[in-house]
């Protein structure tokens, strides 16, 4: 019967100067370890990707995400933005009353619920931002064009069952 082997330690790897142990990651060991520190690197480039793209075009990264949302999910009313963004009410609120002056967005009746409103996106509007998109976008494709069919299949599927898992517990998804 073969020995079990045992887990390497973990190294940890300075991330900045200084002996603070809340500066250093553990090297990953397994690939799910390596997964995780990528899409920790891949979230951090994207925020900052975000931020750059929304300044360009005079919004908030806040703005600018909620018109993700918008653009991913379709309409939405107010309560179901706060609930998918984490965000108040009020944090809301104060976020589509920019986008809505901005000419981003418009609110119309919720046919549905007459109390509510559904946020639509003005896309004259959005295509001032989808254009800083294509380069990454571009090379996303690029990229993704180089593997195999079971290894996009296999991504497609980690990323629906890590979507359904934030869907189904939102409040793990948050700090």
Known sequence: ???????????????????????????????????????????AGAIFFNAQAAEKIGLGLTDMQILHVIQLYGPATPTRLAASTGLSSGGVTVALDRLERGGYIRREPNPDDRRSLLIHLIPTHIEKAAHLYKGVEAETRRLLATLPESDLKATLRFFEALATARAKSPESARP
């Open 1 to 43: 019967m073969p020995r079990a082997t045992k887990p390497r330690p973990r190294k940890a790897r300075a991330i900045s100067a200084g002996s603070d142990d809340s500066t250093t990651i553990p090297e990953p060991v397994t690939s799910a370890d390596r997964i995780v520190l990528e899409i920790r690197k891949f979230i």
